[in-house]
């Protein structure tokens, strides 16, 4: 039973680009979470979705982000126009129900030049 | 809000030596505490937890008591090994049916042989 598949584990953009990140859970999961550490900084909450659902997007920025999960596929987590302060590392976990433990993944490592 | 306060690191051990990371919290209510190790590379693993006053989480050695009074979780080992370099995130969830979990910054440790 393979882990939490986050892909790609390291991405470049150039300032202005789209990040597309992709996080697929661990088979019987259907809770995701997206959480974004800055350097030097512990993790932060950004959005907890179920299947085709967002339930709480509290933790995400107004601007820019946006995340999904569909019925067929993995969540993705999109960033447009990507700047330099978006340089951080995103972490996807997911749960089989709510309130159950968290699986994380390894995390997507996103760098804007 | 809630909020997580660990220790600052790096820490730097002999092998065998004795561990404390200090973990104290903000939180209203009853919240779950947690540690959780990030390895070089990979995403963070569930170390322990506890989910009220007083208990104590324990793994692979590790432990921490629920301390309500000092709103504590400090993290104890009795003899660290070199396989224990990692770093640590205390956490906390909210029991309101929250599943936002809110980390410290993490401590990296170091053992030395």
């Known amino acids: 039973n393979a882990g939490v598949m986050q892909n790609p584990r390291h991405l470049v953009r150039r300032r202005g680009q789209e990040a597309r990140l992709r996080c697929s859970p661990m088979k019987g999961h259907s809770h995701v979470y997206w959480y974004r550490q800055l350097p030097e900084e512990g993790l932060k909450f950004m959005v907890y979705l179920q299947k085709e659902n967002i339930i709480d997007e509290s933790g995400m920025p107004k601007e820019r982000f946006s995340a999904e999960f569909p019925k067929e596929g993995p969540s993705i987590l999109r960033i447009q126009q990507v700047v330099r302060g978006d340089s951080a590392a995103y972490f996807c976990?997911?749960?089989?129900?709510?309130?159950?433990?968290?699986?994380f993944g390894s995390g997507t490592r996103l760098t804007v030049v | 809000g809630n909020s997580v306060t660990q220790m600052e690191g790096p820490v730097t051990l002999s092998e065998e030596a004795f561990l404390t990371i200090n973990c104290t919290y903000t939180?209203?209510?009853?919240?779950?505490l947690f540690w959780y190790v990030q390895y070089p590379g990979e995403g963070l693993q569930l170390l322990l937890k506890a989910t009220k006053a007083d208990d104590k989480g324990s793994n692979k050695g590790f432990e921490a008591t629920y301390r309500k009074e000092t709103t504590s979780f400090h993290l104890e080992k009795g003899s660290v090994q070199v396989s224990d370099s990692a770093v640590y995130f205390c956490?906390?969830?909210?029991?309101?049916?929250?599943?936002?979990?809110?980390f410290g910054t993490g401590t990296r440790l170091t053992i030395i042989p």
């Open positions: 956490a906390l969830a909210s029991n309101f049916g929250n599943e936002k979990l809110t």
């Open positions: 976990a997911s749960s089989p129900s709510r309130g159950d433990g968290y699986t």
């Open positions: 939180a209203t209510g009853y919240p779950s």
